[in-house]
């Protein structure tokens, strides 16, 4: 087995990648452009993207640290607006652009225009949590997007699956399709309740076992995905379901843990995401070279229409689906915020797609169900290839000038430091009042300096939050808690210097050198959080 490719793929994107931080530029572009660019280099591999690496050994780890991250309570909050892009909309733009590719391409069979429309109906999970993340978008916008990224996917492999049954000719009905989307959705969320108890439970049990508990933690994505699609349901919203538990329970797990935990999903995810935006541009000499003799002109037309199409039917879906209950139900109106205009414009531009769509796409199979080849396969290829791209491109890169414009409300920073500060008052006079309780016992008794230590620690967290309130150091441009985190790092940085001579002088071994850089980090991570907005 040769892997060069794979850490060809590996090393170049996470280092374009590292190269976007320090552009103005989106990763997930700057990635596409390179894999682009990289796909015409003599010399370098093939890359084709294979549905049955990606749907179950890439999906599931990006779709499990979005889950993770994701709020549980924010997403049953706006649970209705969720509901309506990540199930109606994909439905809606499956059915929509299909129709349209079928009236524009003559090559397109009604039943292959489908299964060209759920191919490109979701925008893709990666894409979107990446591009709403730079972006800092207000908060129930980014909740909405990563809610229907989260759960589009699912819908749209359904849809495919039924718009593929009739394209090659196995005979699906309505009443079929509308059953097999309720075994897939139902039975997906119920794999993942069926799972997600056990699994926290066993995590719960590994503790005190770090490494146990987060080799759990890489495994898990993949048993709830593998779990549902061996029964036939969505593999999707089975990770989808245990993510969101898992994320919602984390404070039931060891600190050792979840610091872990946080360290792995975020390089998984960084790598992984990396390499998925890097393939798509990779995929361009493939699908080229399937278009035959399907001249450049014609191609390109067919390509601009259906990203027109893609795009319109969105907002055609968003702007009814923000108004219109809100219009017809006085309990929406009151539950739900107020809406301007400007969210759902947010929202419809914020459909970018990406590997997801290319990866169903590549698993069109070469025939129909009588052995003719399958009709148009290449140009569905190519159409769903050039929206993606397009989508990424043209939408990612006039998001934020877009967002600007708009002048949206910015995250009220000082109404959450204030909110903060009022949450850790609460624990600390809570913690105070236990440590008291502790301490008034006999069998807790500590030497006084070490009980003022503890006191000490509860009032410097309590006033951490409300230091970040105060103002500016005329001289130095810091506020008191930069001030505070650099003379943190220096003091800490002493101690090091001191610990490694001590080891290159064979005073201290190496092992003890590793134990004692070990308190020194979780102490200099301890101040960084207590400090960091």
């Known amino acids: 087995m040769n892997v060069m490719p794979l850490l060809l793929l590996i090393a170049g994107s996470t280092a374009v990648a590292g190269l976007a931080r320090r552009t103005p530029v989106a990763a997930p572009l700057l990635l596409v452009a390179a894999g682009l660019v990289a796909g015409y280099l003599p010399g370098l591999p093939n890359y084709t993207l294979d549905p049955h690496v990606v749907l179950p050994l890439l999906l599931p780890p990006l779709l499990h640290t979005a889950?993770?991250?994701?709020?549980?309570?924010?997403?049953?909050?706006?649970?209705?607006?969720?509901?309506?892009?990540?199930?109606?909309?994909?439905?809606?733009?499956?059915?929509?652009?299909?129709?349209?590719?079928y009236l524009v391409i003559p090559e397109l069979p009604l039943t292959v225009a489908l299964v060209l429309g759920a191919v490109v109906a979701p925008p893709d999970a990666v894409a979107a949590t990446a591009i709403a993340r730079r972006l800092g978008l207000p908060s129930r916008i980014t909740t909405i997007l990563q809610g229907e990224s989260?759960?589009?996917?699912?819908?749209?492999?359904?849809?495919?699956?039924?718009?593929?049954?009739?394209?090659?000719?196995?005979?699906?009905?309505?009443?079929?399709?509308?059953?097999?989307?309720?075994?897939?959705?139902?039975?997906?969320?119920g794999v993942g309740v069926v799972l997600m108890v056990p699994?926290?439970?066993?995590?719960?049990?590994?503790?005190?076992s770090a490494l146990?508990?987060?080799?759990?933690?890489?495994?898990?994505?993949?048993?709830?995905y593998a779990a549902a699609e061996q029964v036939g349901a969505s593999g999707v919203l089975a990770v989808v379901v245990v993510g969101l538990y898992l994320g919602h329970r984390s404070w039931q797990v060891d600190f050792e843990t979840r610091l872990q935990e946080a360290a792995v999903w975020k390089m998984v995810s960084f790598i992984l995401e990396s390499a998925v935006f890097a393939l798509i541009g990779l995929q361009l000499p493939v699908v080229l070279r399937g278009l035959g003799e399907l001249g450049a002109a014609r191609a390109a037309w067919y390509a601009?229409?259906?990203?027109?199409?893609?795009?319109?039917?969105?907002?055609?879906?968003?702007?009814?689906?923000?108004?219109?209950?809100?219009?017809?139900?006085?309990?929406?109106?009151?539950?739900?915020?107020?809406?301007?205009?400007?969210?759902?414009v947010i929202v419809g531009w914020a459909g970018m797609r990406g590997v997801v769509s290319l990866a169903i796409a590549f698993s069109i199979p070469a025939t129909v169900h009588s052995g003719a080849p399958f009709p148009a396969r290449n140009l569905v290829l190519f159409l769903t290839f050039t929206?993606?791209?397009?989508?990424?491109?043209?939408?990612?890169?006039?998001?934020?000038?877009?967002?600007?414009?708009?002048?949206?409300?910015?995250?009220?920073?000082?109404?959450?430091?204030?909110?903060?500060?009022?949450?850790?008052?609460?624990?600390?006079?809570?913690?105070?009042?236990?440590?008291?309780?502790?301490?008034?016992?006999?069998?807790?008794?500590?030497?006084?300096?070490?009980?003022?230590?503890?006191?000490?620690?509860?009032?410097?967290?309590?006033?951490?939050?409300?230091?970040?309130?105060?103002?500016?150091?005329?001289?130095?441009?810091?506020?008191?808690?930069?001030?505070?985190?650099?003379?943190?790092?220096?003091?800490?940085?002493?101690?090091r210097r001191v610990f490694v001579q001590l080891r290159d002088a064979r005073r201290i071994d190496d092992e003890?050198?590793?134990?004692?850089?070990?308190?020194?980090?979780?102490?200099?991570?301890?101040?960084?959080?207590?400090?960091?907005?």
């Open 67 to 101: 889950a993770l991250e994701s709020s549980y309570l924010d997403l049953r909050a706006n649970l209705r607006p969720v509901a309506m892009l990540s199930v109606g909309y994909v439905l809606f733009a499956t059915v929509a652009v299909g129709y349209a590719a």
């Open 150 to 189: 989260l759960v589009n996917d699912a819908t749209a492999i359904t849809a495919y699956k039924v718009a593929l049954g009739a394209a090659v000719g196995v005979g699906v009905t309505w009443g079929g399709g509308i059953r097999e989307f309720a075994i897939a959705s139902v039975g997906g969320v």
């Open 199 to 208: 699994l926290h439970w066993l995590r719960r049990r590994l503790r005190n």
């Open 212 to 224: 146990l508990e987060n080799t759990l933690s890489l495994l898990i994505p993949f048993v709830a």
């Open 304 to 344: 601009a229409a259906v990203f027109a199409v893609v795009v319109l039917a969105r907002f055609v879906w968003v702007f009814p689906a923000t108004f219109l209950p809100r219009a017809l139900s006085a309990r929406i109106r009151a539950r739900e915020p107020e809406v301007t205009w400007t969210a759902p």
């Open 387 to 495: 929206t993606v791209i397009a989508t990424l491109v043209i939408q990612g890169l006039t998001l934020p000038p877009l967002i600007r414009a708009l002048k949206l409300p910015a995250r009220d920073v000082q109404a959450e430091t204030l909110a903060e500060a009022q949450a850790q008052n609460d624990a600390s006079q809570a913690a105070e009042a236990r440590l008291d309780a502790l301490l008034a016992d006999d069998r807790n008794a500590l030497p006084g300096p070490l009980s003022d230590r503890l006191r000490t620690v509860l009032e410097r967290r309590r006033n951490a939050v409300w230091e970040r309130l105060g103002t500016v150091n005329e001289e130095t441009g810091e506020s008191a808690d930069d001030t505070y985190r650099r003379l943190t790092r220096e003091v800490i940085d002493a101690e």
């Open 512 to 533: 003890m050198l590793r134990t004692l850089l070990r308190r020194l980090d979780l102490e200099e991570a301890t101040a960084y959080r207590e400090r960091a907005s």
